[in-house]
């Protein structure tokens, strides 16, 4: 069963940053082989997908609400998604999720609040 735990999330001010992480485990097949993406939830709104990356050389693509702000990326030795946030705004505030679609797994989520 594939396990997925987020952990980085934090108070920030606005224009700072915070680098999250998805450790994963229990996959069938090597990590490297998975599409993994990052999600967020706002309060009161829905999941939106942040950014994707694809398996092994991690081909990545982002949310124009992040682009140039946000890096996916994946270390496949450590079985571990990262998301680095830079410029941080206040409406980046929600809880983050990783996500590896082909297993239907999600995360628990950690909670990023950007606020001065």
């Known amino acids: 069963q594939v396990q997925l735990v987020e952990s980085g999330g934090g108070l920030v001010q606005p224009g700072g940053s915070l680098r999250l992480s998805c450790a994963g485990s229990g996959f069938t097949f090597t990590f490297s082989s998975y599409v993994m993406s990052w999600y967020r939830q706002a309060p009161g709104k829905g999941r939106e997908l942040v950014a994707t990356?694809?398996?092994?050389?991690?081909?990545?693509t982002y949310a124009d609400f992040v682009k140039g702000r946000f890096t996916i990326s994946r270390d496949n030795d450590k079985s571990t998604m990262y998301l680095q946030m830079n410029s941080l705004k206040p409406e980046d505030t929600a809880v983050y999720y990783c996500?590896?679609?082909?297993?239907?797994?999600w995360g628990q989520g950690t909670q990023v609040t950007v606020s001065s």
């Open positions: 996500h590896v679609p082909s297993v239907r797994a």
């Open positions: 990356i694809s398996s092994y050389a991690g081909t990545a």
